[in-house]
């Protein structure tokens, strides 16, 4: 490493030592409490991570806890705070380790890469934080950081914006304390290089900053290229007998695998009649739905699809995708 590199892994490992972030209660050597939290923060801020992580480990308070358990039970518990793959690859991760690893994550990186829903910036978490290997991170506040100290020109999602961020990371990447660095990275993201009113003046590592010397911060990460959101028209069905309704498993392949939801059909049936939509955004298309109402006077009519019956006053901790979720709780 270079001086200039060396310099700024040691001003965030003293600042990361004196004001960085302290008793997230994942904040341990334990390989399971740190990959799950890696895994629920993907594309989650932290607060409303610690309320999830903690629901889990009373669950599934070790690795072989979570092995054994049901999809059912462990989509249960994800409910609510979505991008559901990442459920179903942690239960076929803990699996894994299980039953072929004896109950022990890898310690390189490279070997937790070849895990169910561990990728590059995980992996790199994990092994920095509970082995010392000296592996970069890449996660959203880290992308910030250094797409701002840069000045990247190109969208921070870009193939060619992570190519050089990874560069980047692994450069800058010391042999000593890499945990404490790689928490610094987070913790700087988050607390100080922020998305909005970045406070620069804080920052232990501004004189490295390309945007802060030119006065461009605001100006970075450069936002990801615009497309065209598809909309997505589905047709759902309230199957309901009195107080209760139909949910069938989502099994096919697609964002709700594994979850619980309303039957879905082609058209509106003739004697459904219409019980309100919803809208919602998911990451690469936007749904609408239009659901209609069937009251059921036989539930072992032929014409019922196959599911469950639940109660509209207690389906809270049922496996339930938030947007349905959220359409029952009109329907009470």
Known sequence: MTKRE?????????????FGRRGLPWMTADP???????????QTQVSVVVEYFERFLKAFPTLEDLSAADEDSVMRLWAGLGYYSRARNLHACARMVVQEQ?????RRAEDLMKLPGIGRSTAGAIASFCFGEPSPILDGNVKRV????????????STAAQKILWAHAQKLMPR?????????????GAMICTKSAPQCERCPVRAFCKAFDKGL???????????KMPLVERVMLLYRSGEEVLLVHRAQKGVWQGLWSLPEAEAMPAEAVAAGDFSHRFTHYALHARVYRIDVRNRNASDIPAGKWISLRSFEEEAIPTPIRRFLQTQR
Request: hydrophobic fraction near 40%.
């Open 217 to 227: 911060v605001d100006r970075y990460p450069l936002p990801k290229e615009k497309r």
């Open 32 to 42: 399971y409490r740190r990959w799950l939290s890696e895994v629920m923060l993907q």
């Open 146 to 157: 250094f797409a701002r100290m840069l000045c990247l020109e190109q969208p921070i999602d």
């Open 102 to 106: 004896g109950g022990q994550f890898p």
């Open 6 to 18: 060396t310099d700024i892994a040691s001003r965030l490992v003293a600042w990361q030592l004196e």
């Open 176 to 188: 000593e304390q890499p945990g404490v660095y790689n928490q610094a990275l987070m913790d700087l």
